[in-house]
């Protein structure tokens, strides 16, 4: 009321402000693996008007969600008697291989207010490794992948459990026609059938692997018979070569001998020479002691 007795009335906005804690990051993780989504944790502001909005960092660098890499699920929720506002933010990333080993992540809350500046989480720091490629097992059956002309063959390309890894075949260096199957059946193999089988899996983190090559080979085929003639010759030649050695030591026996018995005769004939002289001095020793004085 006015000092003239006049009533009157003027309206004024007022703004209320709530400024929330520090946020913070629930649950984290400590390890991320490549190639693979992971959530990272779930960033936390409560008590804040009006909303606000969080933002996540990677290495002091603005994450920007692109749906594929980087992904993040928002929620904001008001309570309904205070009015203040709960804002969550999880974020769940796809390390790329080749990326920083240690990054560090960070999470802000920003104001819809003039003058203030956005709120940061203490940073957590990460460490990416990358898992060891699966090795891929190739198993045959027969045993040793030899087979009887028209037999059958059985190759198995094992992968690790919980894979689910396109297998396909090659045969001497070269791919084989066939759709994927972790099995290869060689039915009535013939000659062309041998030669030697490995598998090979794509892997989407780690590219083309390849397992360990088996043989296939045919009983009585043209190569498992020139490996025998192989062996046969081998083994006529050791035969020979121990036949020459006993034959050397035969002829080396028989000479010595008859360089004993050609000894003995010459012995022989030295003693009867000796013997000769002997007597023919015997008498002239008697004719000189006769002549003596």
Not at 265 to 282: A, D, I, K, T, V
Request: proline share 11%; with cysteine.
């Amino acid at each position: 009321t006015s000092r003239n007795g006049k009533e009157t009335r003027s309206t004024y906005q007022v703004r209320v402000y709530q400024i929330p804690g520090k946020p913070e990051i629930v649950d984290p993780v400590s390890e991320l693996v490549t190639g693979v989504p992971n959530k990272v944790g779930t960033c936390l502001s409560e008590g804040g008007y009006p909303a606000g909005t969080l933002n996540w960092h990677w290495d002091g660098k603005p994450l920007i969600p692109d749906g594929k890499g980087i992904s993040v699920q928002e929620e904001t929720r008001r309570h309904p008697e205070t009015g203040l506002f709960t804002l969550q933010s999880v974020l769940t990333v796809t390390p790329t291989l080749g990326g920083a080993p240690h990054p560090t992540v960070s999470c802000s809350f920003s104001p819809d207010l003039p003058r203030h500046g956005a709120l940061y989480t203490d940073p957590i720091q990460l460490s990416v490794w990358e898992p060891v490629p699966p090795e891929l097992q190739l198993v045959v059956e027969p045993e040793g992948g030899i087979v009887a002309p028209g037999g059958t063959v059985t190759l198995t390309c094992e992968t690790p459990a919980q894979s689910s890894l396109q297998i396909h075949w090659i045969k001497d260096g070269m791919p084989l026609p066939l759709p994927p199957n972790p099995v290869l059946l060689l039915s009535e193999v013939r000659p062309q059938d041998q030669g030697a089988y490995s598998c090979v899996a794509t892997h989407p983190r780690h590219g083309p692997l390849e397992s360990h090559a088996i043989h296939v080979h045919i009983i009585g085929s043209v190569e498992g018979q020139g490996l025998g003639m192989v062996a046969l010759a081998l083994g006529i030649l050791g035969g020979l070569g121990i036949a020459a050695l006993l034959i050397g030591a035969t002829k080396w026996q028989r000479q010595r001998r008859r360089g004993e018995q050609r000894k003995a005769p010459e012995n022989e004939e030295e003693e009867e020479e000796h013997e000769e002289l002997n007597q023919s001095e015997e008498p002239e020793a008697a004719e000189g002691s006769a002549a003596g004085p």
